[in-house]
């Protein structure tokens, strides 16, 4: 028998746990539908601002060797745009829609999603919390006390359940803090962890220059660079918010590293630099990997081995 890759989360059953990590193949209706007609288990859209944005000059996303880098300064069609599509998207069909929300302020977070409540849609809302490509806008993850007054307004905003995209943390303080302000709020059901690493820099030895222009060079970093990160994030969160769900995202380009994000207790897992560079055949080829990985250890499904991770 084929491994069972189906997982049951938030009311609705995925055939896959992977997905697009917001930002990527998520702009526009046609990359949207062809994450929908891929083999993801599911669909979110890119980061939205209230009104549409050209983001941020180009060149300002490159590949390297270990991953990606990129300021992108949220381009997107504005929140009616992805409205439109969740009000016309075929829920039907198995595959959840989330969609992404990053307004330029909260009161601009706060309108759309009354707006989204209002719509009364199956679809969820990730709120994003870290987003590192505004010139001058900090990421509210990195301000505990005003992510906890954000999520405040947020919870009164938005009746039904939710998630939230954070960005990576990296001391045990932290996470134990963050994880005491997340479990206040009894909607947020679910955090992706993690957004990619906040404001690198990639240097090009022959240029003698950076590789994106925007913010002299500074840039999200994704791909090989975070999965480390994005473990930690996954298996102290799942740790510390046993009522919640987590999403992994970071470094995932094959069977293997979905296999560890699970199994640090991630119930999805999200593709972000793969996908950039691979395109939507990514889903189908780290599916039939993970599957043939749980195949060789003998498990039949993911709850067998998520968030099994042993400790020496
Ligand atoms: C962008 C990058 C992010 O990491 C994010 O969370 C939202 C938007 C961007 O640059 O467009």
């Given at each position: 028998m084929s491994p069972d890759l189906s997982v049951t989360w938030l009311g609705q059953t995925m055939q896959s746990p992977l997905y697009n990590a917001s930002g990527v193949m998520c702009r526009s209706e046609d990359e949207l539908d062809a994450v929908r007609g891929s083999a993801a288990g599911a669909v979110i859209t890119k980061s939205c601002t209230r009104l549409p944005r050209e983001g941020n000059p180009e060149p300002r996303y490159a590949?390297?060797?270990?991953?990606?880098?990129?300021?992108?300064?949220?381009?997107?069609?504005?929140?009616?745009?992805?409205?439109?599509?969740?009000?016309?998207?075929?829920?039907?069909?198995?595959?959840?829609?989330?969609?992404?929300?990053?307004?330029?302020?909260?009161?601009?977070?706060?309108?759309?999603?009354?707006v989204l409540a209002e719509a009364v849609l199956p679809c969820f809302p990730e709120v994003n919390l870290s987003c590192p490509n505004v010139p001058g806008k900090p990421q509210l993850g990195y301000d505990i006390a005003g992510m906890a007054e954000a999520l405040e307004a947020i919870s009164e905003a938005y009746p039904r359940p939710f998630g939230v995209k954070l960005p990576p943390y990296f001391d045990p303080v932290h996470f134990a803090e963050v994880a005491a302000v997340l479990n206040r709020f009894e909607r947020l059901a679910f955090v992706t962890c993690i957004n990619s690493i906040g404001n690198g820099l990639v240097i090009d030895v022959d240029a003698e220059a950076v590789v994106i222009k925007p913010k002299a060079g500074l840039g999200g970093l994704g791909g090989d660079y975070v999965l480390p990160t994005a473990l930690a994030n996954v298996r102290e969160f799942a740790r510390l918010m046993p009522a919640k769900q987590v999403v992994g995202c970071g470094g995932v380009k094959s069977g293997r590293e979905a296999f560890m994000h699970i199994l640090a207790g991630a119930r999805?897992?999200?593709?972000?630099?793969?996908?950039?560079?691979?395109?939507?055949?990514?889903?189908?080829?780290?599916?039939?990997?993970?599957?043939?990985?749980?195949?060789?250890?003998?498990?039949?499904?993911?709850d067998e081995f998520r968030g099994k991770l042993k400790t020496l």
């Open positions: 590949s390297t060797s270990l991953g990606s880098i990129n300021s992108m300064g949220l381009p997107n069609a504005g929140f009616r745009y992805y409205l439109d599509y969740a009000r016309r998207y075929d829920y039907a069909g198995g595959k959840p829609l989330f969609v992404s929300v990053a307004g330029l302020c909260l009161d601009d977070n706060l309108t759309m999603l009354r999805a897992v999200q593709v972000g630099t793969c996908l950039y560079e691979e395109g939507v055949g990514a889903f189908a080829r780290i599916e039939a990997e993970l599957r043939a990985l749980m195949q060789e250890k003998g498990y039949a499904s993911l």
